[in-house]
């Protein structure tokens, strides 16, 4: 699956790390709909890093079409919070 992070770029990662990725989507998720500042910060990292870590960097001049997008690195609580839907960032 193709995974953006917003303001970075694209990544390819195996369809095998999404049980992976969903974990650290719900462990986000409690930090959001709890207020948890410091929880965010670190939930929000681990995610983004296990993105880059997991998958294999798309191209910058590649035209893929992303099955998933994720908020940049710089993204606040409540930016986060806004992007959230039933399933958090990443449908399971």
Known sequence: ???RIMSEGQWDVPDDHLSALNAL???LERA???GDERAFKVEMTA???AVR???DRVD???LEESDLILPPSDATLEE???LLGDEGL???
């Open 1 to 3: 699956m193709i995974v």
């Open 25 to 27: 989507d719900e462990a």
């Open 32 to 34: 959001v709909l709890t």
């Open 47 to 49: 995610l983004l890093d």
């Open 53 to 55: 870590q997991q998958g």
């Open 60 to 62: 910058d001049d590649s």
């Open 80 to 82: 986060v919070r806004a």
């Open 90 to 92: 990443i449908p399971d």
